[in-house]
């Protein structure tokens, strides 16, 4: 044990300095000159994790847990410290999570001494020959450092990357010797970063308001970018002047009153959406890429001009041609919001969107999905107002992307890039990050990546309650091999007893019905810590739209 100030210090005075509060972090033998500086900080809260993955997704859902809460507060990053090699490598799933959502990670790790960096083979515990370079196309950038001195730069330089739009995930790496060494520079206190606005060309402007101003029936497709921007406000505005409907994509649930006269939801997978999204003859798509989702699988076919506005260059056009507009959506709408002219509300966009939200009511009806349409009902109703939701890749988390009304009840999943093990460890890290309770709804396949975190959420008493939808399997692939080969292979698992599981931790249980979820969501989400709801329920997919679309 020693009081001597060393480069760890310097790593810890720079996060506290550029507003950090919380740290999510798991030790290594690289990594313990940095571990030794927060025991020596007691103003930054330090949370564990089990596994580095699920660390990586607790400081993704506590990032967005805080933006959520206070969205036009400082960009809130989210460091992240593991140790070298196998310890870093196992975040690279969650950090891909982060880019894809754009959620301000900051990821740092140990790495070995520096003599060993450039790829000497020199036999070090956990060395790589080239470590940076697994992340190089994952994270938004990546800053390495050699010496003390490089340490307080490196992190300003890190930090600023991570809040300027898009926001994303970045990476630093600092040799074990460095770490170690004497800090050789005085106590860091005055450091701070300052995101670069991105804000849109005002001929850029000028051109997408015309072409608004001419539109006969534009349309927005809010992506979520919008909620990144925290432009919830502007975009109703911009909306209600133009009389445009408003879709949004699955990460901008939220971002428009789900039950506004305008509002066309979120049922991007239902061809009616998509066709009303082709027919506009002005689409305004707003922080988004029109990816594979947002565009029923690349079937979408617009038959009108495209005005994209995307804080990623590398989005622009890279799917349609578009006016396209490199912006924060934020900034672009509150500068179209000058320029456009508003609309007399004649009730034909309101009736169009009326008739969109009743024929795909009427094709659900058709496929006798009456359980999960209530299923996902009870889970919205035994949440108090305000309550967070985390969701990881399962049939009622599908449901939700589409169903979900997310006004007072935000919700996250891990739609970004697709992997399992989301919905506990993020909601772990809201939880730290947000006063009351926050639910956590895996199925059974995907609660076994983080099963362990519930020892997590004892030691840090974290008040998060988890459903588990037990199918006895990976759900959505058996229906997916079903659907295409008539039988399905490598889907079915052998499970614990969840209730026995979850008691085993110390954590509160009950196994629950269809008709008794909502109550026992409720009380669990009543009583304060983490808590565990086994819902043993198979349930359906609504059914593709877009296979026989050309």
Do not use: C
């Amino acid at each position: 044990m020693t009081d001597r100030r060393i480069g760890g210090d310097l790593v810890v005075e720079a996060l506290r300095a550029l507003g950090a509060e919380t740290v999510f972090g798991l030790p290594g033998q690289h990594a313990l000159g940095l571990f030794d500086a927060l025991r020596r900080t007691p103003e930054l809260r330090v949370i564990s994790s089990r596994v580095e993955n699920n660390l990586a997704f607790a400081a993704d859902g506590h990032a967005r847990a805080r933006l959520a809460a206070d969205p036009s507060g400082p960009v809130p990053v989210t460091p992240m410290i593991v140790s070298t090699g196998p310890g870093a490598l196992l975040t690279l799933s969650s950090l891909q999570e982060s880019r894809a959502a754009a959620v301000p990670v900051l990821g740092i790790a140990s790495q070995v001494p520096v003599a060993g960096l450039g790829g000497g083979r020199h036999g070090y515990l956990h060395e790589l020959l080239d470590q940076q370079a697994s992340f190089r196309d994952v994270v938004k950038s990546v800053h390495v450092v050699r010496t003390a001195s490089q340490i307080p730069g490196a992190l300003r330089a890190a930090w600023q990357s991570a809040a300027t739009p898009p926001y994303g995930p970045v990476w630093v790496e600092i040799p074990q010797d460095v770490l170690l060494a004497p800090a050789g520079l005085p106590p860091i206190t005055g450091i701070s970063a300052a995101p670069a606005r991105l804000d849109p060309l005002p001929e850029l402007i000028d051109e997408a308001a015309r072409l608004l101003a001419g539109a006969e029936s534009p349309v927005i497709l809010a992506g979520g970018g919008v909620a990144r921007a925290a432009a919830a406000g502007q975009l109703l505005e911009l909306a209600e002047a133009l009389r445009a409907p408003v879709l949004s994509t699955f990460g901008a649930k939220g971002v428009f009153p789900w039950e506004h006269p305008l509002s066309g939801q979120s049922w991007l997978e239902d061809w009616y959406s998509t066709e009303f999204l082709a027919a506009a003859d002005v689409l305004l798509v707003l922080g988004s890429g029109l990816g594979e989702l947002s565009s029923n699988y690349h079937r979408f076919a617009p038959r009108g001009r495209i005005i994209q506005v995307e804080a990623d260059a590398g989005k622009l056009e890279s799917n349609y041609p578009a006016l396209g507009l490199h912006a924060d959506a934020g900034l672009a709408l509150s500068a179209l919001l000058e320029k456009v002219p508003r609309r007399t509300p004649d009730g034909r966009a309101e009736q169009a969107v009326a008739e969109l939200r009743k024929k795909i009511q009427a094709r659900l009806r058709e496929q006798d999905l009456g359980l999960e349409q209530r299923v996902l009902a009870e889970v919205r109703a035994a949440l108090p107002e305000g309550t967070p939701s985390f969701w990881d890749m399962t049939i009622l988390g599908y449901w939700a992307w589409s169903a979900w009304n997310a006004d007072g009840a935000p919700l996250h999943s891990a739609q970004g890039a697709g992997g399992l093990g989301f919905g506990l460890p993020a909601a772990l890290g809201a939880a730290a990050a947000t006063a009351g309770p926050v639910l956590a709804v895996s199925g059974d396949g995907g609660a076994m990546y983080g099963i362990a975190e519930l020892a997590t959420a004892v030691q840090h008493r974290l008040d998060v309650t988890w459903l588990i939808v037990d199918d006895g399997g990976y759900g959505i692939l058996r229906e997916y091999l079903t659907d295409a080969f008539g039988e399905s292979t490598g889907t079915e698992l052998a499970r614990p007893d969840f209730v026995a599981l979850a008691a085993a931790f110390g954590v509160p249980a009950v196994e629950s019905t269809a008709e008794r979820l909502r109550q026992d969501l409720a009380a669990a989400l009543r009583t304060p810590g983490p808590s565990v709801v086994v819902l043993p329920q198979r349930l359906r997919m609504f059914a593709p739209t877009h296979l026989d679309q050309r």
